[in-house]
């Protein structure tokens, strides 16, 4: 046999079945595996696609969630602010209450006085509830965040920095300094001051 003829048996074989397939059922099994391979790949972008989409959302829910939490602090703090203001409004009340509750201790003033009394501990009362802390800090040592020093009195009887007197009692709400006690604070005297004196 020339090589020719083989040539040509081998190509005739190729059209032949070749393990039991035919050139047409290769050409079919051909087409279904570029099908496959063209759903797995879309299959694959839109499992890719579906998964971003997912973690947008997921990214989305986070934000919403940030954002009504801020938005829900906000009002809480907008609330603390404007029941400052009535607070800070209603301290002369009480500093005028207990004026007027020193000023009569008169016996005549008896009855007027237990009205003024009951008055004023309503409205202290009231303010409490509200959050506001009353600083009074006769004894105690000075804190200039939260006290304000209007006198000083020289002494070796107390401890330096320590608080003789309350002018004025001062008022905290929720960790916020309304006003500061106004206050005499005692220091020593210094060797200057003694010789001054001699």
Partial sequence: MSDKEVKSNLNVDKDKDVGGVSGEQAA???AVATDTAKADAEMAKLTADLEELR??????QA???NYRKRVEKERFEDSRRATARVIEGLIPVIDG??????AHR???YENYRKGFELIYKQLLDSVTKLGVE???PLGKSFDPHLHQAVDRAETS???DGTILQVFQPGYVFHGRVLRPAMVRVAVHPSPASKEAAN
């Fill in 157 to 159: 009887d107390h401890k």
């Fill in 63 to 65: 934000d919403f969630e």
């Fill in 106 to 108: 008169e016996a005549e």
């Fill in 55 to 60: 973690q947008t959302l997921l990214r989305r």
């Fill in 134 to 136: 009353r600083i009074d």
């Fill in 97 to 102: 209450f207990e004026h007027a509750l020193v």
């Fill in 28 to 30: 079919e099994a051909q």
